[in-house]
């Protein structure tokens, strides 16, 4: 029963090819397969938002995705959206706004932040709250992290 | 903590689907969006030997709007629903989504696996339920059709039998003058709702001709309050719509759970029921 699949799928722009148990989790492909550590795994039942990741650009729970279900699929993690050189708006704005401290939330932050912004360019203070509630962060508290997406969002706009 | 292991098959055809379920009985399980099934595996509360993975069954993902009603495919993801033309011809559906824990869990999760799983607490079972709507269901004999109004049956339990699977759900098209209005009490934007109430309503002139109102987090099942809907048809213009919630409540016997007491639920389903009907009432005025 736990014969490895084939599974072939697109990470961070760069074709993939793991075999694994069909139980295994994306995050932990990623994760452990892949050496793509940036996508951090805390609650694994969907709840907290750390493990969250691109796949065919939207958004996703990365401990709620079998590998096998991402066959085919293109997956961007942080590192993906990390410029080659410094940082992208919204980690600049998560460094500016002191959005971060330990910073294991902050990939899934910066994840769904992007993901977000990217769909919604003008967004109110109160979308923005909304659109956050889904990441947990259990140390910075989230005034910083919504000042970053305000920063990110108005800088994005005014660039774009 | 990890799922326990299992065999994944990822048929391509309905008929597939059938078949694996005939084979496997009772060790076989639905996987469709993931986003309530991968969960409780990885909790284990559930462990299934195969899981039959219905995303790449094509004819599960369309979505098509006739003259009465809008037939959304089991598989179509919430996101993709929240989005769709189609989708917006059924204001309550498309208002109901974006309750649905967060984008990110809209972007896996699908209508069908919303019904199909009938959560007491989810959105969509109460949807259908407000809507009237006609679920499809295909298994070994083919594909038959099951009232809202008599699948489910308790928490997390409908009237598919085993080898069925849920296939498609038509929603129907309420007419002009119509509004419609979804309202909740959750503790974070995004959390299970602790009790909701879904409302439409049809006006003719100032009188209501028409009206549905369906509550959440209430009971075993969501809950259509027939009463309620009766009497706001039956009041004139000046019904005082604190009667109609109270009218909605009365039969009501929520539970305690780790996040509400019952009291609390019974206090304030008149309030969330008037909430929503004030919201539905003028949006059809408008
Ligand atoms: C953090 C979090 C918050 C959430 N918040 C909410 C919320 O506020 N409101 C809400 O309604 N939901 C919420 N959900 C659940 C989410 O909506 C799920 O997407 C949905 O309940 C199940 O859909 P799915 O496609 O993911 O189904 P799956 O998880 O794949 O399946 C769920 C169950 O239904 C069965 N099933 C699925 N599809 C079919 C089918 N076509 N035929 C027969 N059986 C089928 C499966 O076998 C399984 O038993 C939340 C989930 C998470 C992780
Ligand atoms: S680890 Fe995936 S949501 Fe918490
Ligand atoms: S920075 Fe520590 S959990 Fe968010």
Redesign the pocket.
Known sequence: MNDRTRVQLTVNGQREQVEVEPRALLADVLRDQLGLTGTHLACEHGVCGACTVLIDGEAARSCLVFAVQAEGASVTTVEGLTPPDGLSPVQEAMRDCHG???????PGIVVSMTAYLDTHPNPTDAELRDAMSGNL????GYQGILAAARQAADRMSASS | MKPSQFQHHAPEQIDEVVGLLAEYGDDAKVLAGGQSLIPMMALRMAAYPHLVDIARVASLSTISASAGAVRVGAMVRQSRAERDASVAKVPLLAKAIPHIGHFQIRSRGTVGGSIAHADPASELPAVALALDARIEATGPGGVRHIDASEFFLSTWQTALDDGEILSAVEFPLWGANSGFAVEEIARRKGDFALIGALAGVTLDGARVARACITMIGVGSTPIRCHDAEAALIAGGADTDLDDIGRIAAAPLTPADDVHASAEYRQHVSPAIVRRALTAALKEARS
């Open positions: 971060l401290q330990c910073g294991f939330c902050t962060c259990r140390c910075t």
